[in-house]
């Protein structure tokens, strides 16, 4: 086992660390493009129109699914030039049923590890969103009691980690940030002075993702959620 060093908080991610999340927005995403079926833009060049209308959505409206539909309805007004009628509005709705009533599916291992670590460290959770679609997951996730606290805020940044260690009273250099998002994760902890292990996920949101610096030390990089007990 490496050692942690002084660490005694452990703070998780929830989407995509926890559980499986993003590759559900995904295959609606993949659904859209077959329903809007463009007579000259290719599935790359949507796609990147609905990262821009995403991005700016984010900034304004924040996360979750009551925005992703109305990003996918923007770039439908974007891409048509007009606005979207009734039928279409119905129809988006309804290629996007999925993500209301998709049960959370947990990433392998996460319990077991989440168990042995509760005994050692202060666990904590963050995670970013809609804070009743949010709290919906964490009610049913079945993982809650493993945390001291659970948080949900509209922004992960490096304000959030400051305030995150003075609510609990940890000293930053003494807790590890544990994410899949170099964005939201792994950055602004590591700008709060708190180390991170970034456990990627191959279905990560395109605007979650960053360049990390290959030489930092603070950084751990793990291939899955239970090699988290070869570090701690």
């Not at 995509?16 to 060049?45: A, G, K, M, S």
């Not at 821009?52 to 539909?69: M, T, W």
């Not at 049913?140 to 609510?167: M, N, P, Q, S």
Request: aromatic letters at 8%; one cysteine or more.
């Amino acid at each position: 086992m490496a050692p942690a060093g002084t660490a005694t908080t452990l703070v998780f991610d929830a989407d995509d660390t926890l559980w499986e999340n993003n590759f559900l927005f995904e295959r609606v995403i993949d659904d859209f493009l077959d329903w809007l079926d463009h007579p000259t833009l290719d599935r790359v060049q949507i796609r990147a129109v609905l990262d821009d209308i995403e991005r700016a959505n984010a900034v304004s409206h924040g996360y979750g699914s009551k925005v992703f539909l109305r990003s996918l309805g923007e770039c439908l007004e974007r891409l048509r030039e007009r606005p979207v009628t009734e039928r279409e509005r119905v129809e988006i709705d309804e290629l996007a049923a999925a993500l209301l009533g998709h049960q959370v599916e947990l990433m392998p291992g996460v319990a077991d590890t989440l168990d042995a670590l509760a005994g050692r460290y202060d666990l904590l959770l963050l995670t970013k969103g809609d804070r009743e679609e949010q709290q919906r997951k964490l009610d049913v996730c079945g993982l809650l009691h493993h945390f001291d606290a659970a948080h949900i805020v509209a922004e992960k940044d490096v304000t959030t980690y400051r305030w995150l260690a003075r609510e609990h009273g940890f000293a930053p250099a003494d807790a590890w940030m544990i994410g899949n998002s170099p964005k939201s994760d792994i950055l602004p902890a590591r700008a709060a002075g708190m180390r991170a292990v970034f456990i990627p996920n191959e279905n990560t949101w395109v605007l979650e993702e960053d360049d990390l610096d290959p030489t930092d030390a603070g950084v751990v990089r793990l291939a899955a959620f239970p090699d988290l007990l070869q570090h701690f």
